[in-house]
């Protein structure tokens, strides 16, 4: 699972590109090469990224409510956020290369019940732990600024669109379409900022209720040569545990190829059963009933495309129907128009 993220050590300086769904059916293990990736650059449609969810658009995933005991610890953590809040490290000298220092840090505003909440879930219920958890993140956020990273920081890392939110799913999560086939870089650090900017992006625009978000990963070109280094996937899943638990709501693998659903039979009754219940394999051609049998015969998570998302509103090079390709010249100014927003309104809270 190693190549979930994106990550990957490309020798080519203009990875493949993404063919279109009915292409992907029929060649997917083929990838395109770099002149038609630099075709089909030029020949993407101008279609601006959706930021913003309709609010009531769907429903809701739900959350599950505090046991008894759980919320007994939730009331004891409530009253040690002076303490939690205290004594916070300063800027990192490195991190604040990356960071628009002008947006403050806000422990307080960070600290919210839901927030606590979800550090309880993801440490059993267990005080201690949760209390010492919150605390790490609380120095991490305070050392780093990850809600202050800036987009001139990252945009070496997308211009191929190899990682991007765009748009939401059924439970009106967003989405992180995932294609790794597109990598062009090899900086650990970089590549990782950018994930942690995608996610502090997704969190601004989670609408009330909504606490995760999902993955859209491509499988379509995997292979052991864009497989990411294991220093990397480490580091990756040592930042989403530590600092952003109980985020993940879905991760859906489209079309894997038979090594990976081979491999993962083999490792997932030892996958903790809440993680293992988020990952999901899809086959877009397959029925509802297929997927189900499927999953029922080879201990696999194969579910229909529609469990998770509508198709109107799942990208074509996802297998969707949306008539959306990623577009740098267009995608990027959205992203630093969102950035700038942030921007005034923290600021204009301040005044």
């Known amino acids: 699972m190693r190549s979930l993220f994106g990550f990957a050590k490309s020798e080519d300086a203009v990875p493949p590109a993404s063919p279109k769904a009915d292409e992907k059916l029929a060649h997917h293990s083929h990838p395109a090469s770099a002149e038609s990736a630099a075709e089909t650059k030029s020949e993407a449609p101008a279609t601006p990224p959706v930021f913003d969810c309709e609010v009531g658009d769907g429903p809701l995933q739900e959350i599950r409510p505090l046991t008894a005991d759980e919320k007994a610890v939730f009331d004891k953590l409530k009253a040690d956020i002076p303490e939690l809040i205290k004594d916070l490290p300063p800027l990192d000298s490195e991190a604040q290369k990356f960071i628009d220092k002008e947006i403050p840090l806000d422990i307080e505003a960070w600290l919210t019940d839901e927030c606590i909440q979800r550090y309880i879930r993801?440490?059993?219920?267990?005080?201690?732990?949760t209390k010492k958890a919150l605390r790490r993140t609380?120095?991490?956020?305070?050392?780093?600024?990850?809600?202050?990273?800036?987009?001139?920081?990252?945009?070496v890392e997308n211009r191929t669109g190899k990682m991007y939110f765009n748009g939401f799913d059924k439970l009106s999560r967003p989405v992180i379409y995932m294609y790794n086939h597109k990598q062009n870089t090899k900086e650990t650090d970089n590549q990782i900022r950018w994930v942690i900017y995608t996610l502090e992006m997704c969190i601004r625009h989670m609408q009330p209720g909504v606490e995760k978000v999902t993955l859209a990963i491509d499988a379509t070109h995997w292979g052991f040569s864009n497989?990411?280094?294991i220093g990397t996937?480490?580091?990756?899943?040592?930042?989403?545990?530590?600092?952003?638990?109980e985020r993940l709501g879905r991760a859906v693998i489209f079309m894997p190829p038979k090594f990976f659903v081979a491999f993962y039979g083999l490792v997932s009754p030892f996958i903790d059963p809440v993680t293992k219940a988020k990952v999901?394999?899809?086959?877009?051609?397959?029925?509802g009933a297929e997927a189900?049998?499927?999953?029922?015969?080879?201990?696999?998570?194969?579910?229909?495309?529609?469990?998770?998302?509508?198709?109107?509103?799942?990208?074509?090079?996802?297998?969707?129907?949306?008539?959306?390709?990623?577009?740098?010249?267009?995608?990027?100014?959205?992203?630093?128009?969102?950035?700038?927003?942030?921007?005034?309104?923290v600021l204009h809270s301040q005044k």
Do not use: M
Request: glycine fraction near 2%.
């Open 227 to 229: 497989s990411v280094s």
């Open 233 to 245: 996937a480490r580091k990756f899943l040592e930042i989403l545990g530590n600092h952003y638990p």
């Open 122 to 129: 993801a440490r059993k219920g267990v005080y201690e732990d």
């Open 292 to 345: 189900q049998s499927h999953s029922e015969n080879n201990s696999s998570p194969w579910i229909p495309v529609e469990d998770c998302f509508d198709r109107s509103k799942l990208e074509k090079d996802c297998y969707g129907d949306w008539e959306f390709q990623y577009n740098h010249p267009v995608y990027w100014p959205a992203l630093e128009s969102e950035f700038a927003q942030l921007k005034d309104q």
């Open 280 to 287: 999901a394999f899809v086959n877009p051609n397959a029925s």
């Open 138 to 155: 609380i120095e991490w956020r305070a050392a780093t600024r990850p809600h202050a990273l800036r987009p001139d920081v990252v945009e």
